[in-house]
């Protein structure tokens, strides 16, 4: 049986996120801009309305909210990130992000459940990215037996989970599980979806850096399975 089944996960008792939470909601809305949003929104292709916070200024009033907050536990990281997951804003749904990327170590294998609820809610790529690469990345690194849950994913109908199982060994370098690798992406190679296929092609772009020879033999030996997008963002930087 795998641990990350569709049922949306509870949301844990936490003081620390209620604090948190409370802070974030009178900080973020105070330096809204709604001349930024619209455009911000437009070019998310209108997954979720924006309070049209840069980049530089949310990080500023993350960093406000957080100040003199004691470092999280699991329980306070699922709390936070599920009840930023209910607020409409894209912004706090990346403060969401942002505090799971910082505190990945805390977390146990059993907080899969809750990456795949963020994963597929609202899902685009600009959460589902960095979702895949740095949590899940990390929760797969420190649990093994996660790898099985990958195998899962790569056989799901949802794109975006295929995308997060297809991400997941972003940063793993020389700790890259090859076979794994190698394997999701054939498995996924007919897929039809243009964010599937460019997550093939940057998952093998990303482990050429580490291993060229690898990407490029993997290629040449499946090149008529694989989409022209893939193998051309697989061989940006190592040629053919």
Same mark, same amino acid.
């Given at each position: ?57 949310? %990080? *500023?009033?993350?960093?406000?909210v /957080? +100040?003199?907050?004691? @470092?999280?536990?699991? =329980?306070?990281?699922? #709390?936070?990130? &599920? ?79 295929? %995308? *997060?199982?297809?991400?997941?060994? /972003? +940063?793993?370098?020389? @700790?890259?599980?090859? =076979?794994?690798?190698? #394997?999701?992406? &054939? ?14 092609g ?33 061989l ?5």
């Open positions: 049986m795998t641990v990350t089944g569709g049922r949306t996960p509870a949301v844990p008792s936490s003081p620390l996120a209620d604090r948190v939470l409370e802070r974030l909601t009178a900080v973020y809305p105070a330096d809204a801009d709604p001349e930024r949003a619209a455009p911000m929104r437009a070019y998310m292709r209108d997954v979720a309305p924006f309070l049209g916070l840069t980049s530089p200024v949310r %990080r *500023a009033l993350s960093r406000t /957080l +100040r003199g907050v004691p @470092r999280p536990g699991e =329980a306070d990281c699922a #709390a936070i990130a &599920l009840r930023c997951w209910r607020l409409p804003e894209r912004e706090y749904h990346y403060f969401a992000v942002d505090l799971l990327r910082r505190h990945v170590s805390v977390l146990t294998p059993g907080f899969l459940p809750v990456v795949r609820h963020l994963v597929t809610t609202v899902p685009w790529w600009d959460t589902v990215d960095l979702l895949a690469a740095h949590v899940v990345g990390g929760l797969v690194a420190a649990g093994p037996r996660l790898g099985a849950e990958m195998d899962a994913w790569i056989e799901d109908d949802d794109r975006w989970l295929v %995308r *997060a199982a297809l991400l997941h060994q /972003l +940063r793993y370098k020389e @700790r890259t599980d090859t =076979a794994r690798l190698f #394997a999701h992406c &054939l498995r996924r190679a007919d897929h039809d979806d243009f964010f599937v296929r460019k997550a093939i940057w998952s093998l772009r990303e482990y050429a850096k580490t291993d060229p020879e690898a990407v490029r033999g993997f290629v040449a030996a499946h090149r008529e399975r694989l989409a022209p997008l893939s193998v051309r963002e697989a940006r930087a190592v040629g053919p």
